[in-house]
């Protein structure tokens, strides 16, 4: 089946720093790549995601990247600031029609 | 039209108990997704979807499991006879087939079993 993994699984950045999260994944039909942002006792709630004609996507604050040949995508977070801090999962589509999660990330951002 | 709603939102019951969850989708909402999430780990897949169809079911789903769509708008997932390693999250989700868009998740069900 699909494999996806994130790493690192813990991340700890001062307030303004930059914070990157990698995912790397093994469906190479996968053609949609979006990172969620779960806070604690919330649902997931969809950041930004990349389609796999382009290689970058920025919305603010964050960005994806996207490195196909090589099966890995990364998130980007520039001034990082306390309400940051959360998990991060990483979720590419599976050619079944499906997302498949990460294990996610604990990003911590302290002030 | 308020989101992915599903209901209850938490659920405490003994063990070997049946128990049953709903979601309402968005209306506009064709694919219908069921996902687990224990402490600490990402959302696992359990079933979808599309329309009243139920194209896909993990793998690791136990017979116990089953979920229905009847109408192709809400949908029910049933566990019976319920067992401690059932305690987790039930996420639904749902998304518009074609557009390729992420999901909509609701709030979830917190199912304890004691």
């Known amino acids: 089946g699909e494999n996806v993994e994130q790493h690192p699984s813990t991340l700890s950045v001062q307030e303004g720093d930059s914070a990157v999260i990698k995912c790397t994944y093994s469906d190479s039909a996968s053609n949609y790549f979006p990172w969620y942002k779960q806070e604690l006792g919330k649902r997931p709630q969809l950041i930004i995601d990349?389609?796999?004609?382009?290689g970058e996507k920025k919305d603010q604050r964050i960005a994806v990247t996207l490195n196909k040949t090589a099966k890995h995508f990364s998130l980007h977070i520039t001034e990082t600031q306390p309400e940051d801090s959360a998990v991060y999962f990483c979720?590419?589509?599976?050619?079944?029609?499906?997302?498949?999660f990460g294990q996610g990330t604990e990003l911590s951002v302290k002030p | 039209d308020t989101g992915v709603s599903q209901n209850p939102r938490h659920k405490i019951t003994k063990r070997g108990q049946n128990v049953t969850f709903r979601c309402d989708p968005i209306s506009e909402h064709n694919r219908l997704y069921w996902y687990r999430q224990t402490l600490g780990q990402g959302p696992e897949f359990l079933t979808y979807f599309q329309n009243e169809a139920q194209l896909e079911k993990s793998r690791l789903l136990s017979d116990r499991f089953s979920a229905e769509r009847p109408k192709g708008s809400f949908s029910t997932l049933e566990i019976q006879r319920t067992e401690q390693g059932d305690s987790a999250m039930y996420l639904c989700a749902s998304s518009h087939q074609g557009r390729r868009n992420g999901y909509t998740f609701g709030s979830g069900t917190r199912l304890t079993v004691v």
């Open positions: 990349i389609r796999s004609n382009v």
């Open positions: 979720a590419p589509w599976n050619q079944g029609g499906k997302l498949i």
